[in-house]
C-alpha cells in the first residue's frame, strides 16, 4: 500500500504501517456492516499482470480457470506446490488489458518472484502494482463511499465470491444458513488521491474508517481463510474449505492437480477448519497458535480470534479430521490460562471420497458359469 497518513486520523492505533483500529473496533465493526465506514488495507498489496497470454498462462499455473475470464468478473487463484499443498492465494480481477492479483502483504514478494520465474517466453508481464494503488475494503453496503480506480474504463472492485460455490468449484461446509452470506465483503483499488481523499475525510469527521481488527472479525465470523492466518506448510485446500471459491476441479492440468482430484474423490483431507465460539467470562483471548486441547489430547491449533459486534469473541481452529469435538472438555490453552470452547463443523470429518467408484468382483469370487 502507498504511504498513507494514517496517523492524522483520530483514535487511530498502527502497527507495522496497519490501521489496528481508530478507537473502537466493535463500533468499527457495526460501521462497516452499516456502509459508514471504510477500511484501508495496508495488509494487502497490489501485483499486476499483463501481456496477451495472461489468462491462459495464469490459468495454466493455478488452481483457478482463467482463460475466459471476463473483465469485471472477480475470482481467486491458489498456487499450489506438487504435492496440492497452497503455496500462494490471490484474489483476482481483469480488466481486459490487466490482471490484478491482491494478495496478503507477507506473501507479495514470494508470489511475484515465483510468477517471474514461471514466465519462459510466453507474452507475460508480472508486477508490482503496490506504488500504483491501494487497497481499500468495504461491504457491499459501502461501495458508494469509495471510487475505484479505472485505468481501462472498468472499475476496479473485487467483490469476494465467498461463500458462493463457484464453477467447478466443490463445498464442503453446509450451504444453508452459512455465516459467509451475512456480510459481503469487496476490496477496491484505488489511487493515491483518491486513498489521500479518504483520510483527509476521517480526519475531518466526514467519514469512519475501520482498521483491520473489525475487518478480521467479519472474516472470521463468516469462516473465510486467509493465507497469512490459516496456511501452513501443510494446508491442501480441502482443509479450509476453499474449494468453494479457489479450485476449479474440472479444468486442465497445473501444479498439484493430481492430490486435489486424488483427496476430494477418493480420500479425505488430514485436518478440517472449525469455528469456534470461546467463553468471554474472564476477558482472555487466545492468540493464533495456542493449541486446542479436548482433555489432554491436543487436537489442534488456533489460526484466527476475534471479537466479533455480536458473537462475541470467536475463532478459527485446524484440527485432526478424526477429532471428537461433541461434549465437555475442549479448551484452548492460553499463556494466561485456558479457555472454554463451542465447537462448530465447518469442514466435516467425512469430507471428500466423493467418487462412487465401482469394486471389481475378485476372480475366484464370479459364478463358476463365468469363469474361464
Not at 480481477?93 to 506473501?107: A, K
Not at 511475484?112 to 517466453?121: E, K, P, Q, S, T
Request: glycine share 8%.
Amino acid at each position: 500500500m502507498m504511504d498513507a497518513d494514517l496517523g492524522r486520523v483520530p483514535g487511530a492505533v498502527l502497527a507495522a504501517g496497519v490501521l489496528q483500529h481508530a478507537g473502537g473496533p466493535l463500533i468499527e465493526q457495526r460501521a462497516l456492516v452499516r456502509g459508514t465506514a471504510v477500511a484501508p488495507r495496508a495488509d494487502r498489496r497490489v501485483l499486476a499482470v499483463t501481456g496477451e497470454d495472461r489468462l491462459s498462462w495464469l490459468d495454466s499455473v493455478t488452481s483457478q480457470a482463467l482463460t475466459r475470464l471476463e473483465p469485471g468478473r472477480s475470482t481467486e487463484l491458489l498456487v499450489l506446490d506438487p504435492q496440492g499443498r497452497v503455496e500462494h492465494a490471490a484474489a483476482v480481477l481483469d480488466d481486459g488489458e490487466t490482471t490484478w492479483l491482491i494478495v496478503d502483504r507477507d506473501d507479495a514478494d514470494a508470489l511475484l518472484a515465483w510468477l517471474l520465474r514461471m514466465r519462459f517466453r510466453l507474452r507475460v508481464a508480472p508486477r508490482d502494482a503496490s506504488d500504483e494503488l491501494a487497497v481499500v475494503g468495504v461491504t457491499d453496503a459501502g461501495l458508494g463511499l469509495v471510487v475505484p480506480a479505472a485505468p481501462h474504463e472498468v472499475p476496479l472492485v473485487w467483490k469476494d465470491p465467498w461463500p458462493e460455490i463457484g464453477p467447478g468449484g466443490v463445498g464442503y461446509a453446509p450451504e444453508a444458513d452459512h455465516p459467509g452470506y451475512a456480510v459481503r465483503w469487496n476490496e477496491v483499488l484505488v489511487t493515491e488521491a483518491e486513498l489521500q481523499r479518504l483520510i483527509d475525510a476521517a480526519v475531518s469527521g466526514e467519514l469512519a474508517l475501520a482498521g483491520a481488527m473489525a475487518v478480521e472479525a467479519l472474516r472470521v465470523a463468516a469462516w473465510r481463510p486467509r493465507w497469512s492466518a490459516e496456511v501452513d506448510e501443510r494446508t491442501i485446500p480441502h482443509e479450509l474449505d476453499w474449494m468453494r471459491t479457489a479450485v476449479h476441479m474440472d479444468k486442465g492440468c497445473y501444479r498439484g492437480q493430481e492430490t486435489v482430484a486424488k483427496v476430494h474423490n477418493l480420500g479425505h483431507p488430514p485436518r478440517r477448519v472449525i469455528a469456534l465460539q470461546l467463553d468471554g467470562s474472564d476477558d482472555i483471548l487466545p492468540a493464533p497458535g495456542d493449541p486446542l486441547r479436548v482433555g489432554e489430547a491436543e487436537i489442534g491449533r488456533i489460526t484466527s480470534v476475534a471479537r466479533h459486534h455480536e458473537d462475541g469473541p470467536i475463532a478459527l481452529a485446524v484440527v485432526k479430521r478424526s477429532a471428537a469435538l461433541d461434549g465437555d472438555g475442549l479448551v484452548v490453552s492460553t499463556a494466561e490460562g485456558d479457555v472454554t470452547a463451542t465447537a462448530t463443523t465447518v469442514v466435516p470429518p467425512d469430507a471428500g471420497a466423493a467418487a462412487a467408484v465401482p469394486r471389481m468382483p475378485r476372480l475366484s469370487r464370479r459364478p463358476a458359469a463365468t469363469r474361464p
